[in-house]
Structures are given as structure tokens and as C-alpha cells.
């Protein structure tokens, strides 16, 4: 299995708080991921990274922020949680390289968030 | 805008039966197409990816796909399903810039 290692996995929080949800990895790949999973919506992308400090938006971005300092690490963070920001969050992780120029991603196990 | 559909929300099937699972998507360039699936609770776990080339692709636990352009799908096939298979599945493709795009998904229950 890829080494990508989420967290926190569980976390419940207060709405108006800011949260911060830590993706590591150690298979030095280039392109870092931040999916929501919902029912009915499959996984969305949030942000993506395609290198340190080189971050660009999803599809459902507004709301949140990322941060890319070292490889190894891909930080989103929820300004001001809100109520529709509890979801599942996934990490993903890919590289160039293979038959077409991209291997699969490989997910994290997640982390449930639930803001009250 | 690229985007994947896969149109049936759930699916049951009897165990030792086949199951078929559709995928559609809209994408202007050549398609790079993967079918990934997820047990409770667990993340996400590559099943079979397609690049180019042979249009039946084979994948891990028995599973299939097989690109038809003419079509825009991508369907996954199995022939006789086992218990453990129930479980939920998603389509996805590569967008420009290394971006995957999923569909909704396909939650599969297994009869006995």
C-alpha cells in the first residue's frame, strides 16, 4: 500500500472554527489531492497540488485553503467551519510516469468531520 | 467541462450472478479511465485503469472494463459475483493538469 497517512481521522468540531486536516505522505510523488465525499456526489476535489507551494482549486474550493511547504505534506484547512462542511475528506496522491503519463492515485482512509 | 456519469445509484445482484456497472463520460481528448472501489468505512482501491490500446482491460478480483468510444463508456463487468464484492464503486477520469474526476458512484448489495 501507498504510505499516505491522514489526520486527523475523526474529528468533531464547533461551527466558526477553523480546522486543519493534515495529509502525509512518503512516496515522494508530485500531485496531492484534497477530495469530500458525500452521498449522491461521489468524491469532489477540493484543491490539488502539483508541487511545493504550486496549488490550484477543485471544483468545490470556496470555503477552504491549502498548503503545500514540503513534499511530504498537504495541509487543508476549513477557515470557518459550516454545518455543509461536514463530509468525509480524502487524501490522494499521484505521480507521472507508466503508460500515458500517470499512474492511479492512491487515497488516504479518510477523515470524518462533523461540525455541530 | 470534463465529467463522468455512472447512471444507476444502487445495484442488487444475487451472488454467482453477473454484474455490470456503467460509466459514461464526456471528455474532448483521449480518455484515461479508472474504476476504483470502496468498502465501508475504507478508502479508495484501484480495481483496473485504461490508457490506450486493447479496449477489454482486465483488472484485480476478477473484474473488467471495456472502452467503447462510439459510446463514451467505460463499463465494469464481472461474471459471477461474490459476497465480498459488495461494496461501492466509482468511475473517473483524467482531466487536463493530472485532476481526476469521479463519478457519483454505484453501491453494489450482494443477495445471498
Known amino acids: 500500500d501507498a504510505g499516505i497517512t491522514q489526520s486527523p481521522r475523526h474529528k468533531v468540531t464547533e461551527t466558526g472554527t477553523p480546522v486543519t486536516l493534515r495529509c502525509h505522505q512518503t512516496?515522494?510523488?508530485?500531485?496531492m489531492y484534497w477530495y469530500r465525499q458525500d452521498p449522491g456526489h461521489g468524491l469532489r476535489l477540493i484543491h490539488y497540488?502539483?508541487?511545493?507551494?504550486?496549488?490550484d482549486k477543485g471544483e468545490v474550493s470556496d470555503g477552504y485553503s491549502v498548503s503545500r511547504s514540503k513534499t511530504e505534506d498537504f495541509l487543508l484547512t476549513l477557515e470557518s467551519a459550516t454545518s455543509s462542511q461536514t463530509s468525509v475528506y480524502f487524501c490522494?496522491?499521484?505521480?507521472?510516469?507508466?503508460?500515458?503519463?500517470?499512474?492511479?492515485?492512491?487515497f488516504g482512509q479518510g477523515t470524518r468531520l462533523t461540525v455541530v | 467541462a470534463q465529467s463522468v456519469t455512472q447512471p444507476d445509484i444502487h445495484i442488487t445482484v444475487s451472488e454467482g450472478a453477473s454484474l455490470e456497472l456503467r460509466c459514461n463520460y464526456s471528455?474532448?481528448?483521449?480518455?484515461?479511465l479508472f474504476w476504483y472501489v470502496q468498502s465501508p468505512g475504507q478508502g479508495l482501491q484501484l480495481l483496473l485503469k485504461?490508457?490506450?490500446?486493447?479496449?477489454l482491460v482486465q483488472g484485480i478480483k476478477g473484474f473488467e472494463a471495456e472502452f467503447k468510444r462510439s459510446q463514451s463508456s467505460f463499463n465494469l463487468r464481472k461474471p459471477s459475483v461474490h459476497w465480498s464484492d459488495a461494496a461501492e464503486y466509482f468511475c473517473?477520469?483524467?482531466?487536463?493538469?493530472?485532476?481526476?474526476?469521479f463519478g457519483g458512484g454505484t453501491r453494489v448489495l450482494v443477495k445471498p
Open positions: 490522494a496522491i499521484s505521480e507521472f510516469g507508466g503508460e500515458g503519463g500517470v499512474f492511479e492515485a492512491f
Open positions: 471528455y474532448g481528448a483521449t480518455p484515461y
Open positions: 485504461y490508457f490506450s490500446g486493447d479496449t
Open positions: 473517473a477520469s483524467k482531466a487536463a493538469g493530472n485532476k481526476l474526476t
Open positions: 512516496e515522494n510523488h508530485r500531485y
Open positions: 497540488s502539483y508541487g511545493v507551494k504550486d496549488t
